[in-house]
């Protein structure tokens, strides 16, 4: 988010000239490539700030840098106090996916998975074009009483209700996504209860649509933690 505002100071100092809600009490944001993993100077000052939490984990499109080393380094991060949970982290069958990159993004999956258990930490799932397979590694090395955030949710119902069914404790994530014409995202929106579903923005992308919410040319031109309301607003429109 910060590249792409070419905005190089705090967060707070962000939100201030971005006018974000003045209920707005702080965000999450995702350690997801090994550099910044592999650079605690850098993650400790951004978890420095006030209203700053985190998660690491790797990628799936990062799945080719997995080693033993860098797992113990995602451990270290976990290890932070304020670290929240373990991800993003999971499989995308989306561009140029081969059985061989597969196995690459399976093998990473498991190994965080089994640490993600051990360390009792919350796990945040990157699940794109590979539901099944997504599915499948959960319930073989994820008890069914783990608490999981399935992100930015873009399935069917009917996989989202076999989610729910197997994962007491999952949530699926809901994104700027819903403010588009996505007549499945908000059928799984209208049938599902309210505390199963997750609020989310996707910073910097998944932008809500400026056109149905009447945005002015003062707002950013990406998704910022503060829109989150706009999504919640989208939500309560759906199940109204």
């Given at each position: 988010?910060?590249?792409?505002?070419?905005h190089?100071?705090?967060?707070?100092?962000?939100?201030?000239?971005?006018?974000?809600?003045?209920n707005?009490?702080?965000?999450?944001?995702?350690?997801?490539?090994p550099?910044?993993?592999?650079?605690?100077?850098?993650?400790?000052?951004?978890?420095?700030?006030?209203?700053?939490?985190?998660?690491?984990?790797?990628?799936?499109?990062?799945?080719?840098?997995?080693s033993?080393?860098?797992?113990?380094?995602?451990?270290?991060?976990?290890?932070?106090?304020?670290?929240?949970a373990?991800?993003?982290i999971g499989?995308?069958?989306?561009?140029k996916?081969?059985?061989?990159?597969?196995?690459?993004?399976?093998?990473?999956?498991?190994?965080q998975l089994?640490?993600?258990?051990?360390?009792?930490?919350?796990?945040?799932?990157?699940?794109r074009?590979?539901?099944?397979d997504?599915?499948?590694?959960l319930?073989?090395y994820?008890p069914a009483?783990?608490?999981?955030?399935?992100h930015?949710?873009?399935?069917?119902?009917?996989f989202a209700?076999?989610?729910?069914?197997?994962?007491p404790?999952?949530?699926?994530?809901?994104?700027?996504?819903?403010?588009y014409k996505?007549t499945?995202?908000?059928?799984?929106?209208?049938?599902?209860?309210?505390?199963?579903?997750?609020v989310?923005?996707?910073?910097?992308?998944?932008?809500?649509?400026y056109?149905?919410?009447?945005?002015?040319r003062?707002?950013?031109?990406?998704?910022t933690p503060?829109m989150?309301?706009i999504?919640?607003?989208k939500?309560a429109?759906?199940?109204?």
């Amino acid at each position: 988010m910060y590249v792409k505002e070419r905005h190089y100071t705090s967060f707070r100092s962000y939100i201030h000239k971005k006018d974000f809600p003045v209920n707005f009490s702080g965000c999450i944001t995702c350690f997801c490539d090994p550099p910044a993993m592999n650079d605690k100077s850098y993650y400790e000052d951004v978890l420095s700030e006030d209203g700053v939490w985190g998660t690491f984990g790797l990628h799936p499109h990062n799945a080719a840098w997995y080693s033993d080393e860098l797992l113990e380094v995602m451990k270290t991060a976990n290890s932070h106090s304020k670290s929240l949970a373990w991800g993003e982290i999971g499989l995308d069958y989306t561009s140029k996916t081969t059985d061989e990159t597969k196995h690459v993004q399976q093998r990473a999956f498991v190994a965080q998975l089994q640490a993600a258990v051990a360390m009792q930490k919350p796990i945040v799932i990157h699940g794109r074009c590979a539901h099944e397979d997504t599915f499948g590694l959960l319930k073989q090395y994820v008890p069914a009483e783990h608490k999981i955030h399935y992100h930015c949710f873009s399935a069917s119902l009917s996989f989202a209700e076999r989610l729910i069914d197997f994962f007491p404790n999952l949530f699926i994530g809901i994104t700027g996504l819903l403010t588009y014409k996505n007549t499945e995202l908000e059928t799984i929106v209208q049938e599902f209860p309210f505390e199963r579903i997750l609020v989310e923005t996707d910073s910097p992308y998944m932008r809500p649509s400026y056109q149905k919410f009447h945005l002015d040319r003062s707002t950013p031109r990406v998704t910022t933690p503060g829109m989150g309301l706009i999504v919640a607003q989208k939500i309560a429109d759906v199940k109204d």
